[in-house]
């Protein structure tokens, strides 16, 4: 039996046939040309390379929810700092984010509420005060012993009302 529910994806199979046709990017390779990491929230509303006026090839993107620097976003960090050209990290949450809007309690409570699921087996690592984890996750970043020595590592926030990003002194 076929699985693929293509109905749900028709759109998305007509878009890439647009981009194939159009596609100019063939010449890349897997090298973060700008040796750029972003770490970002999956928020629909950012571009993340439009926002630092990169483009394919130039810099590599993790994103999760509300940005944060969990255990696989160091294990890819690694592997991106030692074999594929990344020399400095911008960790990004943004305004306006789901995952700094209450803690973790109230997220797995409304969960419950609305759906009758308990997720409290998951960690979603929510904060109410985004600026103390963004602190948090570049110091974990910077004090990560794997990490290749010399990649500098910096905090800002996106925001969504403007586009402008916010870096923090730490
Ligand atoms: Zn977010």
Known sequence: MNMFPRDQFSDILFSNSQFVNDFQHSELTGTARKGL???TCMDSRISPLAVVGMQAGDAKILR???ARVTDDVL???VLASYLLGVNRVLVMPHTDC???SADEATIHATIQDQFGVDTRSLEFRVTKDQEAALKTDIN???A???IRKGVS???AIYDVKTGKIDFKNF
């Open 98 to 100: 789901r995952m700094a």
């Open 75 to 77: 294990r890819t960090l």
């Open 144 to 146: 990560y012993p794997l």
């Open 140 to 142: 974990r970043v910077r």
């Open 64 to 66: 999760n929810a509300g």
């Open 153 to 155: 590592v910096a905090g």
């Open 37 to 39: 990491a972003i770490v």
